[in-house]
């Protein structure tokens, strides 16, 4: 099920960008977050049913703002893909992990 669209509001300097909880995993927002490092600190919240994340962009070298929030929606939108690919791909990974250590383990015993 896609995402439901965020709400934004702009305070002072900050992009305030919200998702729903019934929508949106606590991981993904995290794992984006992470990815904006450099470019802007983020604080993640929760306020009733939803996630808040607080974008506050770090001045360097005239990098322009405006494409902050934007930018944080596709790295969300790239960590939620990644999370499902990872829950649908799961049973195969472990199988081959235990076919890998499996043979290893039949290789150190003799």
Same mark, same amino acid.
């Given at each position: 099920?896609? &995402?439901? &669209? &965020?709400?934004?509001?702009? =305070?002072?300097?900050?992009?305030?960008?919200?998702?729903?909880?019934?929508?949106?995993?606590l991981?993904?927002?995290?794992?984006? #977050?992470?990815?904006?490092?450099?470019?802007? #600190?983020?604080?993640?919240?929760?306020?009733?049913?939803? =996630?808040?994340?607080? !974008?506050?962009?770090?001045?360097?070298?005239?990098?322009?703002?405006?494409?902050?929030?934007?930018?944080? !929606?596709?790295?969300?939108?790239?960590?939620?893909?990644?999370?499902?690919?990872? #829950?649908?791909?799961?049973?195969?990974r472990?199988?081959?992990?235990?076919?890998?250590?499996g043979?290893?383990?039949?290789?150190?015993?003799?």
């Amino acid at each position: 099920m896609p &995402p439901t &669209p &965020p709400a934004a509001s702009s =305070l002072d300097e900050d992009i305030v960008v919200a998702f729903s909880t019934a929508t949106q995993a606590l991981e993904p927002l995290q794992a984006a #977050a992470y990815r904006m490092i450099g470019r802007a #600190a983020c604080q993640i919240g929760q306020d009733g049913h939803q =996630l808040v994340c607080r !974008l506050t962009p770090i001045r360097a070298k005239g990098r322009a703002d405006r494409n902050l929030r934007a930018e944080f !929606l596709d790295l969300v939108t790239d960590e939620n893909l990644r999370a499902r690919i990872e #829950a649908k791909t799961e049973g195969t990974r472990n199988l081959i992990l235990a076919l890998a250590f499996g043979a290893l383990a039949a290789d150190s015993g003799a």
